[in-house]
């Protein structure tokens, strides 16, 4: 099979997420004719099984990537140097969409060999339709997590979140509490040998994950979250009226969690504080 003809510029190669087998042709072509190829680990770029010479390899982190733009970019104007990552279709919730950025700013063609993507495989086997916000890592901070959270889900019918094991069960208590409780998809090891999709109740699914391995996709469905807000703020509203017009709290929650088809506890929670009768 003849190689491919590449012009000049910077090139985003999508690396297998799992399967190696997941590399696409074209992809190796490139990678063989480069003269520059940025990779975040040279020992899992090895693991691609493609023959390149150690110096034409450079490691970039997000900690040297400001630094190593003007190499990338020089090579760009007059060769072929090619942003991989670990796994998957770089600049996708990691530092080089940095790298892309600046080669717009100098004028450098930009080209995309596209391939596996976890956001992608994720969304295709949630089964969940509409559309996605991508989140991708959420922050550390609860408060801005909770933030993030609830104004997202406003107005996409999904989420798509990228998780470690240690923080999952966390993560998912979060949604069911703050989203109140909505459908979600867990993916792990994507077309590896052990890969898993749990769709399942946020708070279902924190019980059921243990001993995880590897960063996880979460795929939340928020179809029925702006509904449920909404019948929570008129709940809201006819509670105060029951409130003002001196009824009692459990008569008055039983009737807004009827009308407003709601859970009872969460009716009886919206109850004017002031009043515990």
């Known amino acids: 099979m003849a190689q491919s003809k590449f012009q000049t510029g910077l090139y985003i190669v999508a690396t297998p997420i799992g399967n190696l087998g997941d590399l696409a042709p074209r992809a190796v072509s490139l990678l063989s004719q480069a003269n520059l190829i940025a990779v975040e680990n040279t020992q899992m770029f090895r693991q691609l ?21 003007p190499e990338i970019l020089a090579i760009a104007q007059t060769g072929i140097a090619v942003l991989t990552s670990d796994a998957g279709t770089p600049a996708i919730s990691d530092p080089g969409s940095r790298i892309v950025e600046a080669a717009h700013k100098e ?24 559309d996605a916000h991508f989140l991708g890592f959420l922050p ?8 993030l959270l609830k104004k997202t889900a406003q107005t996409a019918k999904m989420l798509v979140i990228y998780e470690s094991p240690v923080r999952l069960i966390r993560t ?67 509670l105060r009226e029951m409130h003002r017009a001196g009824a009692k709290r459990s008569g008055a929650a039983s009737e807004a969690a009827r009308r407003f088809n709601i859970e009872r506890a969460l009716a009886y929670s919206l109850w004017p504080e002031n009043n515990q009768a």
């Open 49 to 69: 099984g493609v023959e390149v010479p150690t110096n034409q390899l450079m490691h970039v982190t997000e900690h040297n990537t400001f630094k190593k733009i």
């Open 107 to 130: 004028r450098v063609p930009v080209y995309a060999i596209p391939g596996p993507s976890a956001l992608a495989a994720a969304i295709s086997i949630s089964g969940f339709s509409g």
């Open 140 to 147: 550390r901070k609860k408060n801005a997590r909770l933030t």
């Open 172 to 238: 998912l208590l979060e949604i069911a509490d703050w989203l109140d409780d909505p459908e979600a998809v867990i993916c792990r090891e994507i077309t590896k040998i052990h890969e898993e999709t749990i769709r399942e109740k946020a708070s279902i699914l924190s019980k059921q994950l243990k001993k995880l391995r590897g960063e996880c996709t979460i795929v939340v469905n928020c179809e029925k979250y702006p509904v449920i807000k909404h019948l929570e703020q008129d709940a809201s509203e006819y």
